[in-house]
């Protein structure tokens, strides 16, 4: 099946600075890419998704980029403030998947 | 206002007991999902369900028994708790078959 992997596990950032989160998946099937943001005790919130024929995407100061070749997808944060402080995940699936895959997550933390 | 509602939030619970997680969502989604984060495994699908019928189920265990009794409601039994089931079970909706993802705010259990 689908294998999804994330990195970093961890980013610690300052305020101002970007921060780069990339997933690598496995299935060349897969047809839709999303991030989510999940704050301290809350579920999980849709940032963005795309799909399969989107390069490149960007949203109130967050840039998805999409290299289908690699099966690399990043996320990229520009200009992080420290409400951006939260764990991220990566998710994906297939062409009549059922369900999405998620990353193993990456806890990114903003400091003034 | 949140749309979609997950009762308790927290949960203690005895090993050997049964517990009912209940789930209802009031964004008109056809198609629901349960979902379990743990340390272990970040963010696991378990159960799929459209129009109130089983889609797919990734749950190996029995003991896990989802049951929708109105369109809107998707509650999770589980049976014969253990401690491995501490969890915080997150459910979701989706209005595009699973494309993107609606969360609760979860339910944390702790079998003790």
């Known amino acids: 099946g689908e294998q999804v992997e994330q990195r970093p596990p961890h980013l610690s950032v300052r305020e101002g600075d970007s921060a780069i989160i990339i997933c690598t998946y496995t299935d060349s099937a897969t047809a839709y890419f999303s991030w989510y943001k999940q704050e301290a005790g809350a579920g999980l919130q849709l940032l963005m998704s795309v799909l399969s024929n989107v390069d490149r995407k960007e949203e109130q100061g967050l840039t998805v980029l999409l290299n289908k070749k690699d099966k690399r997808l990043s996320l990229n944060l520009t200009a992080a403030h420290p409400g951006d402080s939260a764990v991220y995940f990566c998710?994906?699936?297939?062409?009549?998947?059922?369900?999405?895959?998620f990353g193993t997550g990456t806890t990114v933390s903003v400091s003034p | 206002d949140p749309k979609i509602i997950q009762k308790p939030k927290y949960l203690v619970a005895v090993t050997g007991s049964e517990k009912i997680l209940i789930c209802e969502q009031y964004?008109?989604?056809?198609?629901m999902y349960w979902y379990r984060q743990s340390a272990k495994k970040p963010l696991e699908f378990m159960f799929s369900?459209?129009?109130?019928?089983?889609?797919d189920n990734q749950t190996a265990s029995s003991r896990f028994q989802p049951q929708s009794s109105k369109k809107n409601h998707l509650d999770l039994q589980i049976t014969a708790l253990k401690p491995d089931d501490s969890a915080t079970y997150f459910c979701a909706s989706s209005p595009d078959s699973g494309n993107t993802l609606y969360f609760g705010e979860g339910s944390r259990l702790i079998v003790v």
């Open positions: 369900y459209s129009y109130q019928k089983l889609m």
């Open positions: 964004l008109g989604h056809n198609a």
């Open positions: 998710a994906v699936t297939y062409q009549g998947g059922r369900a999405l895959i």
